[in-house]
């Protein structure tokens, strides 16, 4: 298939509320967003990422420690979570090079429908959590910047900025 390219923050689409998948052919697309994520190095990747604002991500929590877990959310809505937050570390394939702390529940009961258009509901914890979660606030508009109170937002997005600045 093919490696896509990754829109970068600012980019507005990343902005962007993402419309429903209706009755739609997404193998082509679903193929070349795991080409992407696994070319890029990621866990997992949100359709208007790659400049396609519908509600679908890809993911695989486990293929950096050798096996491959790659599964598909269409349409995902996230049903109950955890009342307890943990805070740790986020990057993300569009804003590379910068981590940032995001508080999230460690726990959440998610429905989606699967690439066969089968209807799936599962609950997640841990690093798999968290990777739904993320990629959810994409399908929502929402990057890890958007997690920080105004002064730390300011300052880690200096030091995006910054880098953005010698890699160009």
């Given at each position: ?14 902005s ?36 396609v ?89 929402t ?17 995006y ?8």
């Open positions: 298939m093919a490696v896509l390219p990754i829109l970068k923050w600012p980019d507005p689409r990343l962007q509320h993402c419309a429903p998948v209706e009755q739609e052919q997404l193998d082509d697309l679903i193929a070349d967003m795991f080409d992407t994520m696994y070319a890029a190095n990621g866990r997992g990747l949100a359709a208007p990422q790659v400049g604002l519908k509600r679908l991500f890809v993911m695989d929590c486990t293929w950096k420690e050798g096996k491959r877990s790659p599964m598909v959310m269409i349409n995902p809505s996230i049903m109950a979570v955890e009342r307890v937050p943990v805070t740790m570390e986020e990057g993300c394939l569009s804003i590379p090079g910068v981590m940032v702390p995001v508080e999230r529940p460690v726990a959440v009961t998610v429905q989606w429908t699967a690439a066969e258009g089968d209807i799936h509901m599962a609950d997640f914890d841990g690093f798999e959590a968290r990777c739904i979660q993320h990629e959810f606030d994409h399908l929502n508009g990057v890890t910047f958007d997690h920080l109170d105004p002064e730390a937002r300011s300052a880690v997005e200096a030091e900025n910054a880098l953005k600045g010698t890699s160009e």
